[in-house]
Antibody, heavy 115, light 106 residues
């Protein structure tokens, strides 16, 4: 069955770079897109960006200058890198799949930005 | 960017009640509207896609409707397991979520 799982550091210092990995199973990255969505503790959901089946990417315009999404299809992994982190980037980061409706989600990984 | 506004932000209802949650877009989203349920500590779960299509495995007490800028999620008979926060999401232009409606038992 389709599964997604996020991994990465739980704590990042301000101004540093966040690196997260989403490992997928049950589908191919060359046939399906993967999106990143984040949720500050106790708040709503924000679309972060996506990598499409062909490898192209789209980013939230508010984060675009700090964000990069890439993938390794041989390992079924998608990578998110966000630089110049600030405390407002503290959130649960989810990877999810779908082209509009997001039917499959990872469990999420909490990233805390703090010194 | 398209803004999504949900109301109310908090809703208290009793088991068996018919419950209606609202979502308003800042411009016409042509029915490209999804609903998600998120329970505490869990990832969101897709309930309804394209305004009124029920996701596989979701109970039929959930339904969606709307058009243009105004959309609703209805739970025909509230069950204890429906306590959660509900988010709408538009995907007509990129993807934006509403702020959520927290549904609790009275």
């Amino acid at each position: 069955q389709v599964q997604l799982k996020e991994s990465g550091p739980g704590l990042v210092q301000p101004s540093q770079t966040l690196s997260l990995t989403c490992t997928v199973s049950g589908f191919s990255l060359t046939s399906n897109s993967v999106h990143w969505v984040r949720q500050p503790p106790g708040k709503g959901l924000e679309w972060v960006g996506a990598i499409w089946s062909g490898g192209s990417t789209d980013y939230n315009s508010a984060l675009k200058s700090r964000l990069s999404i890439s993938r390794d299809t041989s390992k079924s992994q998608v990578f998110l890198k966000m630089n110049s982190l600030q405390t407002e980037d503290t959130a649960i980061y989810f990877c999810t799949s779908g082209t509009g409706p997001f039917a499959y989600w990872g469990q999420g990984t909490l990233v805390t930005v703090s010194s | 960017d398209i803004q999504m506004t949900q109301s109310p932000s908090l809703l208290s209802a009793s088991v068996g009640d018919r419950v209606t949650l609202s979502c308003k877009a800042s411009q016409n989203i042509y029915k490209y509207l999804n609903w998600y349920q998120q329970k505490l500590g869990e990832a969101p779960k897709l309930l309804i896609y394209y305004t009124n299509s029920l996701q596989t495995g979701i109970p039929s007490r959930f339904s969606g409707s709307g058009s243009g800028t105004d959309y609703t999620l209805t739970i025909s008979s509230l069950q204890p397991e429906d306590v959660a926060t509900y988010f709408c999401q538009q995907y007509n232009s990129w993807w934006t979520f509403g702020g959520g409606t927290k549904l609790e038992l009275k």
